[in-house]
């Protein structure tokens, strides 16, 4: 799908007047659906301030873009995500964050109660998943921000309980997730491999070093058993490193008849150079053999979720109401810096994922005449390809300098004016490794404002 300047003219079609612009825009600007209110579900994309709280608030951040109103550095630096910017392109107030709170590290500043905000439906969370309540940050992540990560299906019903149980059909909702429950998968199965690889390449040095460390003995069988006793013995003991281990090979292999020359540095040195480089190729073979065998168990898991996100929708809050429902796909993901320092075989897995996940939302709602699906990830790919046109001049670095002098979290949530990377950032797709900077929501708003008008919703 290309999309040229034509197309982009199209798809503003007066958003800017309710961005920041004055001037109306030529034609009837009249609004189609008049709405009560705006109601965001979903993740860090469309998350309005949730954490905006204790040192991320003391960093001044909030949100995961650039924050704050840095309009005064360029005009492009708004600080708004895309729900903000959709919500005053159809008249309404900024939004605001329904729940605001950290459940983390107190003695950093990053426990603050949980605080209900009521008419304050910005219900979207950095790090929420679909249904599963540990996402990327939370405590049981190990993750010292403490995230709250409500998923979408307790957002939701946070949402009808705050309202009677039924929506009243006019306000406009807004759903978007599933980008963390890519994330975390890959980051499981990151882990998972890791430790794979890691056992499979200690296995790999020590059968290496005892071989050879035994080569030279006079009875090779039964100095190779004596040395791997060794190695074995010290392994299993309370604080064992490879070095330890290597040490006790190398005494053993020493005192074996006929090899005492192998205690010398210089005999047994391009030994363990030789065992440590059979280690590291056994370590990735094991690493990648085991993310290709269990690769598949994602994307399976990423169709799952699409198809509980489908039912979220329809049972929940098209059911309970709802008649006026946008939902963004996954964007393309393996095209975010994240994803772009990723190996080949990494990438086709993410978008074998977000395709699972994406052909779920497809499938399952296209036909709800009540709902929007709008295809995010056709547009991000365009612009990751050719973003010319989208007046994008840098679609594969971070705006946010994220170096720890700079930003202690390494996060654009608490990105801001003073810690940008130097030069012109202003038109840069990511804020980090995978939030868009104002100027890419201000892309998506526009992208879902077109979306809207087509369908008579604007």
């Excluded at 990151?190 to 890691?198: E, I, M, R, V, Y």
């Excluded at 489908?310 to 429902?325: D, F, M, R, S, W």
Aim: glycine residues 12%; neutral net charge.
């Amino acid at each position: 799908m290309r999309h040229t300047k034509l197309a982009l003219a199209a798809m503003a079609l007066a958003v800017l007047a309710g961005c920041g612009g004055t001037d109306p825009a030529p034609g009837d600007q009249t609004v189609k659906v008049k709405y009560s209110a705006q109601v965001s579900f979903g993740d860090s994309l469309s998350d309005v301030g949730s954490y905006a709280v204790g040192t991320v608030a003391a960093l001044k951040g909030g949100k995961f873009t650039i924050n704050g109103d840095n309009t005064s550095i360029n005009s492009t630096f708004t600080g708004k995500n895309w729900t903000e910017l959709t919500a005053a392109q159809i008249g309404l107030a900024a939004p605001c964050a329904a729940v605001t709170g950290l459940d983390g590290d107190a003695t950093k500043g990053f426990s603050v109660p949980a605080t209900p905000h009521a008419g304050c439906y910005g219900y979207a969370m950095g790090g929420s998943r679909v249904t599963s309540p540990v996402g990327p940050n939370n405590k049981l992540t190990g993750s010292a921000l403490g995230a709250l990560t409500y998923p979408v299906v307790t957002q939701i019903a946070n949402h009808l309980k705050a309202v009677g149980g039924k929506f009243k059909g006019d306000e406009l909702v807004l759903v978007m997730a599933g980008g963390n429950d890519a994330l975390f998968q890959l980051g499981s199965l990151s882990a998972a491999a890791t430790a794979a690889g890691t056992a499979a390449g200690n296995t790999a040095y020590v059968t290496s070093l005892v071989g050879q460390l035994a080569a030279g003995a006079t009875n090779p069988l039964t100095a190779a058993q004596a040395i791997g006793l060794a190695a074995q013995t010290a392994a299993a003991q309370p604080g064992a490193t490879q070095t330890t281990i290597t040490q006790a090979a190398i005494g053993a292999a020493a005192t074996q008849p006929g090899n005492a020359a192998v205690g010398s540095a210089t005999v047994y040195g391009p030994m363990v150079a030789k065992a440590t480089t059979d280690a590291q190729a056994a370590g990735a073979k094991a690493g990648a053999d085991y993310a290709t065998a269990h690769g598949p168990e994602l994307v399976a898991a990423m169709g799952q979720a699409g198809t509980e996100l489908v039912a979220l929708v329809k049972n929940q809050i098209v059911a309970n109401g709802a008649n006026y429902v946008v939902v963004n796909n996954l964007p393309d993901v393996a095209t975010t810096p994240s994803g772009r320092g990723q190996p080949a075989s990494t990438q086709a897995l993410i978008n074998a994922m977000v395709n699972a996940f994406n052909s779920a939302l497809t499938s399952g709602l296209s036909s709800e005449p009540k709902v929007l699906l709008v295809d995010v990830f056709a547009v991000s790919h365009d612009q990751a390809t050719n973003p010319g046109p989208y007046g994008l001049t840098n679609v594969s670095e971070t705006a946010c300098d994220l170096s720890a002098a700079k930003n202690p979290l390494g996060s654009s949530l608490v990105c801001n004016g003073s810690n940008l990377k130097s030069g012109d950032v202003s038109h840069w797709s990511f804020a980090d490794d995978v939030h868009p900077t104002p100027y890419n929501n201000l892309l998506l708003a526009r992208y879902v404002s077109k979306a809207l008008v087509t369908k008579g919703w604007l």
